[in-house]
């Protein structure tokens, strides 16, 4: 399979390249970057064979079957569109879109084209929520409450490596986007109660710097969510788990039990990297033939949570 990564020498761009490399039969053919020059020379040095600083010139190959999206948000939806348009199945970062209107329309696309659409809802796949999953499907634990914490420290528009951010990141539509998501996907079902507090907004950026998300689930389990780009200490998203039979510190792919002893997660998943695993199932499941888990279509009701927390927020 031939893959073109757009925003490859971003972050999440080389995050996924490097879990491109650990899949069997898969080729990454073509990179896209803003800057002619250094995406070429980012090429070079992973010898990749072609390289462009717009996706329509990629799009354009006929030695590219699929495209990973790690651009800026607001160009998700148009990209992605643009990449079913073009006859390609597409993988699309968190999150799909910035609002319900374009997550919508993604959706409407892919329905129509038929392609693989998938959204880059990684919790989903990160072997430490795989375990969480994999009890509750089985009836062995009951989910009574998530505890989550997304904390940054960005008081100035940088990315994930320190740099200089050319477009704006977004507490609700961006970072509690996997944890709306997250919750709905363990608990089985769309949140029947949503609300977000937001504190002041950013003077330069105009966005808020922190946020207190609360859900109710059907089943009636509960999640907070505090988010903050104030949180001067580690960063990172961290989950406790508060179930009927034992608590759960999910840490990324690692998994702790309340006491903080590890719990051992061989054998839940073929590699402890959820960038890797979300990209196999996109490859599978485009070889397959199927829906992937965390279709643009299954990940639908977390946007429309979204929309109804910003509404309310307004």
């Known amino acids: 399979m031939r893959i073109c990564v757009a925003g490859a020498y971003g972050a999440f761009g080389i995050k996924h390249l490097d879990a491109l490399a650990n899949i069997d039969d898969v080729e990454v053919t073509s990179v896209m970057g803003p800057s002619k020059a250094k995406i070429e020379a980012f090429a070079a040095e992973r010898g990749i064979p072609h390289a462009a600083d717009t996706l329509e010139e990629c799009l354009a190959r ?14 998700h939806a148009a990209q992605s569109i643009a990449c079913m348009e073009a006859g390609k199945h597409v993988l699309v970062e968190i999150p799909m879109a910035d609002s319900l209107a374009d997550s919508l329309a993604v959706v409407e696309k892919q329905r129509e084209t038929g392609l693989v659409a998938m959204a880059g809802q990684v919790r989903r796949f990160n072997p430490s929520h795989q375990w969480i999953h994999n009890k509750v499907q089985a009836g ?10 997304t904390y940054f420290f960005r008081r100035t528009n940088t990315n994930a490596k320190g740099e ?17 998501d997250l919750f709905q996907y363990q608990t089985g079902g769309t949140a029947v ?13 105009g966005i808020a710097m922190d946020m207190a998300i609360g859900l ?53 998943t073929v590699s402890n990297n959820g960038i890797e695993l979300i990209d196999r199932e996109f ?32």
């Open 62 to 75: 006929e030695d590219v079957d699929a495209v990973i999206l790690a651009t800026p948000t607001q160009m």
């Open 140 to 149: 062995e634990l009951t989910i009574l409450q998530m505890d989550v914490q």
């Open 164 to 180: 200089p951010r050319s477009w704006t990141d977004h507490l609700l539509w961006h970072h509690a986007c996997h944890t709306v």
């Open 193 to 205: 109660e949503a609300f977000g507090l937001q504190g002041p907004l950013h003077p330069d950026l």
């Open 216 to 268: 109710k689930a059907p089943s009636g389990a509960i999640c907070s969510l505090s988010l903050s780009f104030n949180n001067d200490g580690p960063f990172g998203t961290f989950f406790r788990y508060i179930c009927d039979k034992g608590t759960y510190l999910a840490r990324y792919d690692d998994l702790y039990d309340g006491n903080e002893t590890q719990i051992d997660l061989s054998g839940v």
């Open 283 to 314: 490859v599978a499941a485009i070889r397959e033939g199927r829906e992937p888990n965390a279709s643009v279509a299954q990940t639908l009701p977390a946007m429309e949570t979204l929309d109804r927390i910003e509404r309310g927020l307004k």
